[in-house]
Nanobody
Framework: QVQLVESGGGLVQAGGSLRLSCAAS????????MGWYRQAPGKQRELVAN???????NYADSVKGRIAISRDNAKKTVVLQMNSLKPEDTAVYYC????????????????WGQGTQVTVSS
């Protein structure tokens, strides 16, 4: 059973910063894409940023220039550094990791963290 544990959410004033971290554990042979999503009340879950196994990154237009995603393959972690936060960034943030359990296994991307609340006050 693979688990993703997130940490680092909280309450911050507009313009402030937060750093979210997600650690994967369990039976993992290799990790592919890693990403962060968020879901605000009454809205659908949306991609914030993701990073491929070779380090290529992709960001939602709404966060470009303010948020940076990084990964540590040895530690099986993915980090979201969020700066210049805005009230509209308020949401539950979820980590998602694609992985293979064994070398012959297909890549699976259906494992999510429990979510961490980010609240930005104006």
């Amino acid at each position: 059973q693979v688990q993703l544990v997130e940490s680092g959410g909280g309450l911050v004033q507009a313009g402030g910063s937060l750093r979210l971290s997600c650690a994967a554990s369990g039976r993992i042979f290799s990790i592919g894409d890693m990403g962060w999503y968020r879901q605000a009340p009454g809205k659908q879950r949306e991609l914030v940023a993701n990073i491929t196994s070779d380090g290529s990154t992709n960001y939602a237009d709404s966060v470009k220039g303010r948020i940076a995603i990084s990964r540590d393959n040895a530690k099986k972690t993915v980090v979201l550094q969020m700066n210049s936060l805005k009230p509209e960034d308020t949401a539950v943030y979820y980590c998602n990791v694609c992985f293979r359990k064994w070398y012959w296994s297909p890549m699976q991307c259906d494992t999510w963290g429990q979510g961490t609340q980010v609240t930005v006050s104006s």
